[in-house]
């Protein structure tokens, strides 16, 4: 019979955050979606657990039930970025490793014909429990046999009862263990409900990896396993623990037609697959030979210019070896290892990263970001080895292709000085403006760094030409009847477009005087004197609340035209009682 291993991370973004702040150890902590006391939590370690903080808490709620709590973000590239490199320390012990899509931290491992490698599956499991723990990371490993079981027992924690306890069947120790738990929820109160349960002869919490020796225990186990150990979404858990439903074997007595229709498909997939239904094979990722090219120099290098022309030795194979797969780099990492005599094994590494305008196996739009990059770099001693390792992405036929159409616009040229601004300058030197759902001016938008700039399509190259062409139709219908000929209207230009320019943050404005001789002079008395206004428009919002004392939101926004011909963008904070200037006209 086909075996598989369930590993489980607990909390594992949790971890990577633990790994972080070391000083939080042993401590509740949790992860929040994001730095704000509404936030919700993602994730809770055990210390947290025992308040009953769970996930989908708000923060402010569950701080309130533990003041010593610890709360963090955590990024989700570097989420992506932490499961990979677990899923390649899990494929030294099988190939067929397969990550869990809705739930990080959780990975399923083929077990099966791995007898003659290992002594038994424990000393396996208890090898790759090792291993995670050098590389600072808890684990929870089940062997067993399908996917839900060994999920569960992992997400649990609960390990099999021992062979000298094992005198009843599994089947009988878990009726005998359900009708406990019945018994201590009916005859008592909430809080000596949650004590009878406790006291229940359950699996003992997990010490090491676990392996199950029946299909049968391994589902009877299972039924035992708390809901808010599996992947439910908040919502769906606390109505279902609501009807009193709080473990696999409530949950799967439900009807699925019932499910689908109150808390959607997510819930039924999940009960589905603890069913047995849709109990898949092992997804496991195709291994690719990863491509990096070394270099071990005779002396430290310190010159620039001679390490460019050695990392252009190893860039050409390299991207040699892309084209023979057919596939392009979108990102290069360059790693130099630095001769150090004071520092412990008198070698240090140094890790750089840049990513090209787009996926290329041109090595003349590698070869000037490189020495952008180089000679913004400060190396504390001199390179005595050179490693190129590429990440790579399929390439398209526009990309292997030698020519391209020319447009008025070279978008390429674009995305090549983005990628020179990047590598002199840093990544987050290149931003936009992206729209919020807000109605203050200046929180309408935010600065996001531009990963990548995508070539235009063709809808949306005909959908420009409609636009202009309407334009021009919009032109021609408000000239005179004189103007309409084609020769005329091309000479003909639109009035200019004003633009509002805000200023990143509202500017105070000197107090007003109660007279004024030559009219209101806005940023002081070296300034021309406003003589239009146009307003004002109101901008009001926490009106439930007393402007004196929570601070609600209430401006009165106003055009100034001023005799030096500006149009000012200004608006009067009644709460503060003071002038601010927002932005101009321009």
Known sequence: MARLACIDLPAFPLQLLLRRERSWAGKPAVVVEEDKPLARVLWANEAARRFEILPGMR??????????????????????????????????????????????????????????????????????????????????IVVGFCRFGTFALARAAWQAPPAAQSAQSATQRTKQQTKQRRRGTQTAGPAKAKTARAQTKTPTKLAEPVVIMSAEEERAQAELVSLDRLSLTPRARDALMALGIDTVAGFLKLPPAGLQERYGDEVLELHRIARGEWDTPLQGETLVESIRQEALLDEPERNVNRLLFWIKRLLDPLLAGLVRRREALCEFILELRLDRPGVPGGVESCVERLTPAQPTVDAQQLLPLLLLRLNKMSLRGGVVELALDAVSAPATTDQLSLFYDATRRDRRAARRAFARLRAEFGDETVVYAQLRPAHLPE????????????????????????????????????????LESPRQLAVVTPPPMLIRRLYTRPVVLPRRLRHEEDGWQVRGRDDAAVDEVVGPFVVSGGWWRALEADGGVHREYHFLHNQAGEWLWAYYDRPRRRWFLQGRVE
């Open 443 to 482: 929180a309408t938008f935010s600065w996001t760094p531009l990963r990548s700039l995508h070539a235009k399509t063709a809808s949306e190259t005909n959908n420009t030409s409609k636009r202009r062409a309407r334009a021009r139709k919009r032109i021609a219908q408000a000239l005179p009847a004189e």
């Open 59 to 140: 923060y402010a709620a569950a701080l309130s039930l533990c003041s010593d709590l610890f709360a963090g973000t955590v990024d989700p590239v570097e989420i992506d970025q932490a499961v990979q490199s677990v899923c390649e320390l899990l494929r030294r012990f099988s190939p067929d490793v397969e990550a869990a899509r809705h739930a990080p931290g959780t990975f399923w491992v083929d077990a099966s014909g791995l007898q003659p490698l290992h002594p038994t599956l424990l000393s396996w499991a208890r090898r790759i429990d090792r291993t995670l723990r050098h590389a600072r990371l808890a684990s929870r």
